[in-house]
């Protein structure tokens, strides 16, 4: 075992022993040699104890074990292009490690980490056969070679040497694999030492292939104006075929006069430009997409285009003006003719550009929201948009500056599960009610399966169920009120109950404890439901619920159904949720129906949350009030209410209570003083609430002239104004990322310097990514932001001066869709680049069994280093106290011969005192028997008390004659402070009187020489 130190600078605290050594020599003159040896020994190695620590000591020891790491690249043009024959890649890939790993020793680990935009630990370095663990993942699009290898190197185990194996076509769309190729050849994984990287290239090249490289646009151009698309196509051969271009979804017409819309067109091989003229309709956003169609081969030839989803590319362009007024109607799901429409037509006949919706068309990204200068939810439940839309629509609030307006119903604010998401805090209201306004308790125990079959992955996702399904009921759990009773239990072959039925005062506990749920084990639904039944029953609340869900077979499925309905009979339904393709949906429907529930089946796990919402939406039924009652406009100034009369009344309308903030105007309330309309401003937008309907409950209004009037002034007041979106921002796709750039000018057009300017990018997937703008000229600000794969890229810009902001800016940019396609061939040259720069070895994928994969020869030996400071901590702790009991403690008198002759003698003469003491008093005894028995007295006669009297009086006198004789021999030693006179000695045959006892000062330590004196006098009188 060898010693290293991770900071050698400390060490150079050693040199401190020196001095300290000689000066603690001079400062312990008191002490003898031994403890004075002693005291300066412990203190330099408590010294050096701390220095060691501070160093960073570790022990380093030699190993010899190997831990291969497999990195295969599961993108989708390797996928699509790396089978051999009738092989396809997975299979091949799968049998090639499989045969690699015949050569592994016993103590040798292997695992296998797969990537695409992403990087995944299929199998971190074990001994067991990883050969079959599944590798048909996806993460997001792309190839990230550089990530990957750099995960896979830093799950190398400490105490092994490393090899990666690098499974890929070598084609990356992002990230610099020689680099992590590089940094690993040099400083290793996680050891210290150099980690090679073998390759096997994944090697095909793609014949026939066309492909749409880009369509390119202005980022922003005038409202109505006529803007160049430019449409950039690439094939490997000559082919001819339709181009198509479409706006907003609908077809462009590309040739005038003629059938169709599309353009008939003939590519060369190599790269095709097309150029059309395009004019701009109504609206805030346009985004274009364009298709290439390719004509079919004729008969026996192969086909003329290998892949057809490098086939489109997409991008935008944004215009300045109004946008116009999206009203999401979950009365009757977007149709003009239902009752949900009411509020639409109104606002349509005061001129407002109004579009219709059912929720389920909720815009997907933030650059479709951007289109909109107002949202309107009316009745919408917080499922139906869901958990990420949820979090689009707070973003379009706060950065963007985007209206909402929140319309009740039964389904709309706490009634629609709108509590615990991100649109909450955005409401002029309050969702949480106190225990006054909700008397119907509402109890619901969640029965959660966490059966082994719960590991699996469903739908193509990197999550397996039991995740999705804890985080879902989790979501379920924060949507409820602190007045609701909430249970969870989870269930294999038995159950266990993580959090007992309850009020939910502490959501964030019951959901940390749901998501710590972990699977494993059979299926038995049976027993858990009977507790949650049990649990339910015990309980008084009004509304009782149990949400069952499962992914598979249970025992005793038999039974379940006739216990279902036996719940449902003492009144607890039975809701049940069938996750999967092999849930036994035949049971758990029939025990929905029998229950008295609702049944779900989940194929889609990205939908399961949004089912929790919906099968414990039943219990919010309390926070809706159904009555007339006459509304109360207040004299809150608002621009809402000014000058419009009284309202007649309203038929309902959604328990909230009003927001203690002084932002808030609380416009109208109901008599009990409720909210009823309430607005202020979140962020950069304005939100509106009222929590009664426009159609049902309002159907009073509807002949009110004040209806139309009133919803005209909601829109005024929350939509987006149309002016003040100073700045021009321009943001770019390039190979490297997105360019944003943007530029700051006043009103009079002269540049804004020094400001600072953040924003945020919003890629596909939703996730935004925050950024800061440096500025670069008068008045430009620039950054660059990387991508993380095909298709639209929002970013909303947030500049402000002095610490005032201004109006945001939006921008778009679009990324074409199969960009990791438009690489027609395998790039071998890369992946024997990072072989060389790591020092690794190219093997062939068609190899049947590759040899030499666990071959130390090449690798060099890990150091496993173990950090040294918890011990050294423990070591100096110990030497802290020795060294303060040395020179505490006169522990060296043990060692003197001095001290040692005194003890001995002292214990000498007492041991003889005392048996030239017994052997008198036997002797005396003895002579007065035999004294007795000359007198006549027989023999064994027994002493009597006057006998023992006089023995005891005699002992006293000889003890007493004994202590006198001493204390003559020795003077009185007088207290130096002591001004008194000595004592007097009483005569033998007087009794003793009391003598003046001198009492010292009390500040002095004579005080305890005089009492010692005095305790030993009053003995002395006793005897």
Same mark, same amino acid.
């Given at each position: 075992?060898?010693?290293? &130190? ?144 750099? %995960? ?135 985004? &274009?997409?364009?298709? &290439? ?83 309107? $939810? ?36 706490? /009634? ?78 038995? %159950? ?18 749901? $998501? ?133 009344? $309203? ?55 004040? %209806? ?8 005024? $007041? ?74 639209? %890229? ?52 068609? /190899? ?176």
């Amino acid at each position: 075992m060898d010693l290293r &130190f991770a900071s050698p600078g400390w060490l150079l605290l050693m040199l401190l022993a020196v001095p300290m050594g000689l000066l603690a020599w001079r400062w312990f003159t008191g002490m003898t040699g031994y403890r004075r040896a002693s005291a300066i020994v412990l203190r330099v190695v408590l010294l050096g104890l701390i220095a060691a620590a501070l160093a960073g000591a570790a022990s380093v020891q030699r190993t010899e074990r190997l831990a291969v790491m497999f990195v295969v690249d599961v993108s989708e043009t390797v996928r699509r292009s790396g089978g051999v024959g009738s092989t396809s890649y997975l299979p091949r890939v799968r049998d090639w490690i499989g045969g690699a790993l015949a050569e592994r020793g016993p103590d040798d680990l292997a695992g296998i980490v797969i990537f695409d935009g992403r990087s995944f630990a299929v199998a971190t370095p074990t001994r067991a056969d990883v050969t079959g663990r599944s590798m048909d993942l996806r993460g997001s699009p792309g190839s990230d070679i550089e990530s990957a290898l750099r %995960y896979a190197g830093a799950l190398i185990p400490a105490d092994a040497a490393g090899r990666l194996v690098l499974i890929s076509d070598g084609n990356e769309t992002r990230g610099d694999a020689l680099s992590a190729a590089a940094q690993l050849s040099r400083a290793g994984s996680s050891g210290g030492v150099r980690t090679p990287i073998d390759v096997a290239p994944v090697r095909y090249t793609v014949d026939r292939e066309v492909l749409v490289e880009g369509v390119e646009t202005p980022p922003r151009a005038a409202e109505g104006a006529t803007i160049p698309v430019r449409i950039v196509l690439r094939s490997t051969h000559e082919v001819t075929g339709t181009l198509r271009l479409l706006r907003e979804g609908q077809a462009v017409d590309l040739s005038p006069g003629e059938a169709g819309s599309g353009r008939r067109v003939r590519l060369a091989e190599g790269r095709t430009v097309v150029r059309v003229e395009v004019p701009l309709e109504a609206g805030r956003i346009h985004r &274009f997409e364009s298709v &290439f169609e390719p004509d079919p081969s004729p008969e026996g030839e192969p086909p003329s285009d290998t892949f057809a989803d490098n086939n489109r590319a997409e991008a935008v362009t944004l215009t300045p003006g109004s946008g116009s007024v999206l009203v999401l109607d979950g009365v009757s799901r977007g149709d003009e003719r239902g009752s949900g429409a009411v509020l639409s037509r109104a606002l349509a006949s005061s001129g407002v550009r109004v579009e219709l919706r059912p929720p389920t068309d909720f815009p997907l990204d933030v650059l479709g929201l951007e289109a909109f200068d107002l949202i309107v $939810l009316q009745n919408v439940a917080a499922e139906e948009i869901g958990s990420d839309g949820a979090a689009r629509l707070a973003a379009y609030v706060r950065e963007m500056g985007g209206g909402l307006v929140m319309v009740g119903g039964p389904d709309s604010f706490g /009634a629609g599960a709108w509590r615990g998401t991100a649109v909450e805090p955005l409401l002029p209201v309050e969702l949480a009610l106190p225990e006054r306004l909700v008397t119907p308790e509402a109890g619901v125990v969640f029965v959660i399966d966490r059966s082994g079959s719960m590991r699996a992955r469903m739908g193509g996702s990197t999550r397996d169920l039991q995740t999705i399904a804890n985080e879902a009921a989790a979501l379920a759990v924060g949507s409820l009120d602190p007045q609701d009773l909430v249970g969870v239990i989870a269930h294999d072959i038995g %159950y266990d109950v993580i959090q007992p039925l309850g009020p939910n005062t502490n959501p964030e506990r019951t959901q940390q404890r749901t $998501l710590g749920i972990v699977s494993g084990g059979g299926t038995n639904i049976g027993p858990a439901l009977a507790e949650a039944g049990h649990q339910l029953l015990a309980s008084d609340a009004k509304v009782k619920q149990i949400v069952v869900l499962s992914d598979g077979l249970s025992m005793g499925s038999e039974v379940l159904a006739d216990q279902a309905e036996a719940l449902f009979e003492r009144g607890v339904r039975v809701t049940t949720i069938a996750l999967g393709d092999m849930a036994d949906t035949e049971t758990l429907s029939a025990m929905a129906a029998r229950g008295g529930g609702a049944y779900f089946a989940v194929t889609n796990p990205t939908v399961l949350p949004r089912v929790f919402l919906s099968a414990v939406r039943v219990l919010r039924q309390p926070m809706v009030r159904e009555g007339l009652f006459e509304p109360v406009i207040t004299d809150s100034g608002s621009a809402l209410t000014a000058g419009l009369g009284d309202a007649p009344a $309203l038929g309902g309308l959604v328990l909230t209570q009003r927001r203690e903030d002084p932002t808030v105007t609380d416009a109208m309330l109901a008599p009990t003083g409720e909210p009823l309309l309430s607005h202020w401003a979140a962020g950069l937008g304005q939100v509106v609430a009222f929590t009664s309907d426009a159609h049902d409950w309002g159907s009073r209004w509807l002949d009110w002239p004040g %209806y139309a009037d009133l919803w005209t002034r909601v829109v005024r $007041l929350a939509s987006r104004p149309p002016g003040g979106r100073g700045g021009e921002l321009d943001l770019r796709a390039e190979e490297d990322g997105l360019h944003v750039r943007y530029e700051a000018t006043d009103a009079d057009g002269r540049p804004m310097d020094l400001l600072t300017v953040r924003g945020t990018i919003y890629g596909p997937d939703g996730r935004g990514q925050e950024i800061r703008l440096e500025q670069t000229g008068p008045g430009v600000y620039s950054a660059r932001a990387p991508t993380s794969g095909a298709g639209t %890229y929002v970013a909303v810009i947030r500049p402000s001066a002095a610490g005032e902001s201004l109006p945001p800016v939006t921008g778009g940019a679009s990324v074409a869709s199969g960009q990791a396609a438009r690489s027609l061939a395998s790039n071998a040259a890369l992946l024997e680049a990072i072989a060389r720069e790591s020092g690794g070895r190219v093997f062939e994928l068609d /190899a049947p069994s590759p040899e030499g994969l666990f071959d130390r020869r090449d690798v060099p030996p890990r150091l496993a280093m173990t950090p040294l400071w918890r011990t050294l901590l423990l070591w100096a702790v110990a030497v802290l106290l020795l060294d303060v009991g040395t020179r505490r403690v006169a522990w060296d008198r043990f060692l003197s011969k001095t001290y040692g002759g005194d003890w001995r003698a002292s214990v000498a003469g007492s041991t003889a005192d005392r048996s030239q003491q017994a052997s008198a008093t036997v002797g005396g005894l003895r002579s007065r028997r035999t004294g007795d028995d000359a007198d006549g007295n027989e023999p064994g006669a027994v002493l009597g008390e006057g006998d023992a009297a006089r023995i005891r009086d005699e002992a006293m006198a000889r003890r007493r004659a004994t202590r006198r004789a001493a204390r003559e021999a020795t003077p009185a030693t007088e207290t130096p402070t002591s001004t008194a006179p000595p004592a007097q000695k009483p005569a033998p045959d007087e009794p003793p009187k009391a003598a003046p006892t001198p009492k010292p000062p009390a500040d002095e330590p004579g005080g305890l020489l005089a009492a010692k004196r005095r305790a030993r006098e009053r003995f002395e009188r006793d005897d």
